[in-house]
């Protein structure tokens, strides 16, 4: 037996373990981003992609230290901002209390979720018109549709992460006497708290889109009004600036939702 | 304290689960529950710990609950139920503070706890850094916190490997013989009910029935590993469950 090893080569088992592993790669996020606005570059420098398709990026940036230099930057980004923070707040807010409330008595679930799943699908840019009419034409307008659309979200991500909290744990509090109140917010709440936040991502990313939105019906600054200002003129570098700075807003947001997630959340496997 | 339970009766609609179940529990002993799979012990442990009600018969306080008892019936779950976001002493300091203990008093009993179990040391150690049996010492620790007047367990033991198994019986005996307590103790191992019970509940299969009292007057001490003494008594559970045991499993699960 051992001859015949010894004339062949046993084989090595092969492995198949391999994958279905996600690890963080951090640059090659940032490597992708830096390829396709090089590839461009380099199209739009040799005529290869009309400029009327898109802009040089080199000329959108320095577009961008145009609107820097002249102070409008600050001009139309803090009424953005303040408005999707102050919107959001509003909105994210209520809607992870209604979700609570949802996840924890059986009324109000049985009378608020198909509200909610009845809300869900409009789309609340419909109705800006008829906040323009509710709350007039200046920012509680604009404060009330983000808070609108950031609501629903939050409720279905809340109440179903309040669903997904272990039993068992509730029950434990229950054995220990815990009053009702220590059980919802020492057990439930932060038992709910990754899948509110894993939901804030998708709310925060609908509050600005509706921001824009709204900025473009009637603001006299912001990023949308910026962005349709040089969308009606055919300005396509100040086009790219307005919409590059979403995209940043949107990735410092992701970022630091992701940085609480980090912090509160250490305590997971 | 005592425990009378006084002809329990349950059912799930037309499934009757536990029928007729009358039994007292005396302070200062361990009564283990055995019976086969789905013949209601942990349903009967949790009539006990009012985490559920019986359809009919009652389960009655015999004297007064001792003062310094703060929750006087409290549970160690099989999964342990460790709330993953706290460290062990936070674990421990979360069953405290609803009865207004905070700060350094609750220190004091955390420590105390802690060092009756062994884990002073792991004392701001996360949940997910602990290996099972180290997670159900938390869980006993916990409870002991609360000065129980009664210990229910709930199968404790099943999910952990069989060495842990055996490190943690030594340690509850070991807890209990420095401090007497009264616990009811439920398990589907025969080997766990006769190292650590005084009595042993046997059940039928369902509808849960006490099928016969086992008492065993070996002190707890004594009934080292491979004792043969426990091991006759282990077998003559095995006889009387063993018909019961495999009819409960040939049944079609529809509760």
Redesign the interface.
């Given at each position: 037996m051992s001859d015949k090893l010894n004339v062949e080569r046993p084989e090595v088992v092969k492995y198949r373990g391999g994958g279905f592993a996600p690890k963080p790669h951090r640059w090659v996020g940032l490597a992708v981003f830096v390829v396709l606005i090089l590839m461009v570059e380099l199209g739009t420098q040799t005529g290869f992609i009309s400029n009327l398709t898109l802009p040089k990026p080199s000329d959108v940036l320095i577009t961008f230290s145009e609107l820097y230099e002249s102070g409008l930057l600050w001009q139309h980004l803090i009424p953005s901002l303040s408005r999707l923070v102050i919107g959001s707040i509003i909105g994210i807010s209520l809607g992870v209390s209604v979700g609570i409330m949802i996840g924890l008595f059986s009324y109000v679930r049985a009378g608020l979720v198909p509200l909610v799943a009845a809300l869900f699908p409009i789309p609340k840019i419909a109705l800006l018109p008829l906040f323009v009419i509710w709350f007039g034409i200046d920012e509680t307008s604009k404060y009330a549709l983000i808070a609108f659309g950031t609501f629903t979200p939050t409720v279905v991500a809340t109440y179903g992460a309040v669903d997904n909290v272990d039993r068992?744990?509730i029950?434990?509090g229950?054995?220990?006497?815990?009053?009702w109140f220590?059980i919802v917010r020492?057990?439930v709440f932060?038992?709910a708290l990754a899948g509110i936040l894993s939901g804030l991502r998708i709310s925060i990313a609908i509050a600005i889109i509706l921001l824009v939105a709204a900025e473009m019906l009637g603001a006299e600054y912001g990023i949308g009004a910026y962005i349709l200002e040089a969308g009606s003129l055919y300005d396509l570098e100040r086009l790219f600036v307005g919409v590059v700075i979403l995209s940043v807003i949107g990735l410092l947001m992701s970022a630091f939702i992701g940085y609480f997630e980090r912090k509160l959340?250490n305590?997971?496997? | 304290m005592d425990i009378q339970l006084s002809n329990i009766c349950h059912s799930y609609g037309s499934v009757e689960v536990i029928k007729n179940i009358s039994f007292n529990i005396e302070s200062g002993k361990i009564v283990c529950i055995v019976g086969p799979s789905g013949c209601g012990k942990s349903t009967l442990l949790r009539f006990i710990?009012g985490?559920e009600r019986p359809t009919s018969g009652e389960v009655l306080q015999l004297g007064a609950v001792p003062k310094d008892s703060?929750?006087p019936?409290?549970?160690v779950?099989q999964?342990f139920?460790l709330?993953?976001?706290?460290t062990v002493g936070g674990n421990i300091s979360?069953?405290l503070?609803?009865h207004g203990i905070r700060g350094a008093k609750a220190n004091k009993i955390i420590d105390d706890v802690l060092s009756r179990t062994n884990l002073a040391d792991f004392k701001n150690a996360?949940?997910?850094q602990l290996s099972g049996g180290m997670k159900q010492r938390v869980a006993i620790a916990?409870a002991l916190a609360?000065n129980p007047a009664v210990m229910l367990l709930d199968e404790p033991l099943s999910a952990l490997d069989s060495q842990t198994r055996e490190l943690l019986i030594d340690d509850l005996v070991d807890l209990w013989s420095k401090k007497p307590f009264t616990a009811v103790y439920v398990t589907h191992n025969l080997e766990e009910a006769v190292r650590l019970g005084h009595s042993i509940l046997v059940l039928s299969r369902r509808p849960g029935e006490i099928r016969e009292v086992v008492t065993i007057d070996i002190p707890l001490k004594d009934r080292g590993y491979g004792n043969a003494e426990l091991e006759k008594q282990r077998k003559y559970l095995w006889e009387i469950m063993r018909n019961e045991a495999k009819a409960a499993d040939l049944e079609l699960i529809n509760v």
């Amino acid at each position: 037996m051992s001859d015949k090893l010894n004339v062949e080569r046993p084989e090595v088992v092969k492995y198949r373990g391999g994958g279905f592993a996600p690890k963080p790669h951090r640059w090659v996020g940032l490597a992708v981003f830096v390829v396709l606005i090089l590839m461009v570059e380099l199209g739009t420098q040799t005529g290869f992609i009309s400029n009327l398709t898109l802009p040089k990026p080199s000329d959108v940036l320095i577009t961008f230290s145009e609107l820097y230099e002249s102070g409008l930057l600050w001009q139309h980004l803090i009424p953005s901002l303040s408005r999707l923070v102050i919107g959001s707040i509003i909105g994210i807010s209520l809607g992870v209390s209604v979700g609570i409330m949802i996840g924890l008595f059986s009324y109000v679930r049985a009378g608020l979720v198909p509200l909610v799943a009845a809300l869900f699908p409009i789309p609340k840019i419909a109705l800006l018109p008829l906040f323009v009419i509710w709350f007039g034409i200046d920012e509680t307008s604009k404060y009330a549709l983000i808070a609108f659309g950031t609501f629903t979200p939050t409720v279905v991500a809340t109440y179903g992460a309040v669903d997904n909290v272990d039993r068992t744990l509730i029950r434990m509090g229950q054995s220990f006497g815990l009053s009702w109140f220590s059980i919802v917010r020492k057990i439930v709440f932060p038992g709910a708290l990754a899948g509110i936040l894993s939901g804030l991502r998708i709310s925060i990313a609908i509050a600005i889109i509706l921001l824009v939105a709204a900025e473009m019906l009637g603001a006299e600054y912001g990023i949308g009004a910026y962005i349709l200002e040089a969308g009606s003129l055919y300005d396509l570098e100040r086009l790219f600036v307005g919409v590059v700075i979403l995209s940043v807003i949107g990735l410092l947001m992701s970022a630091f939702i992701g940085y609480f997630e980090r912090k509160l959340l250490n305590w997971r496997v | 304290m005592d425990i009378q339970l006084s002809n329990i009766c349950h059912s799930y609609g037309s499934v009757e689960v536990i029928k007729n179940i009358s039994f007292n529990i005396e302070s200062g002993k361990i009564v283990c529950i055995v019976g086969p799979s789905g013949c209601g012990k942990s349903t009967l442990l949790r009539f006990i710990g009012g985490l559920e009600r019986p359809t009919s018969g009652e389960v009655l306080q015999l004297g007064a609950v001792p003062k310094d008892s703060l929750n006087p019936m409290t549970f160690v779950f099989q999964d342990f139920a460790l709330l993953p976001w706290r460290t062990v002493g936070g674990n421990i300091s979360l069953v405290l503070e609803d009865h207004g203990i905070r700060g350094a008093k609750a220190n004091k009993i955390i420590d105390d706890v802690l060092s009756r179990t062994n884990l002073a040391d792991f004392k701001n150690a996360l949940p997910k850094q602990l290996s099972g049996g180290m997670k159900q010492r938390v869980a006993i620790a916990r409870a002991l916190a609360v000065n129980p007047a009664v210990m229910l367990l709930d199968e404790p033991l099943s999910a952990l490997d069989s060495q842990t198994r055996e490190l943690l019986i030594d340690d509850l005996v070991d807890l209990w013989s420095k401090k007497p307590f009264t616990a009811v103790y439920v398990t589907h191992n025969l080997e766990e009910a006769v190292r650590l019970g005084h009595s042993i509940l046997v059940l039928s299969r369902r509808p849960g029935e006490i099928r016969e009292v086992v008492t065993i007057d070996i002190p707890l001490k004594d009934r080292g590993y491979g004792n043969a003494e426990l091991e006759k008594q282990r077998k003559y559970l095995w006889e009387i469950m063993r018909n019961e045991a495999k009819a409960a499993d040939l049944e079609l699960i529809n509760v």
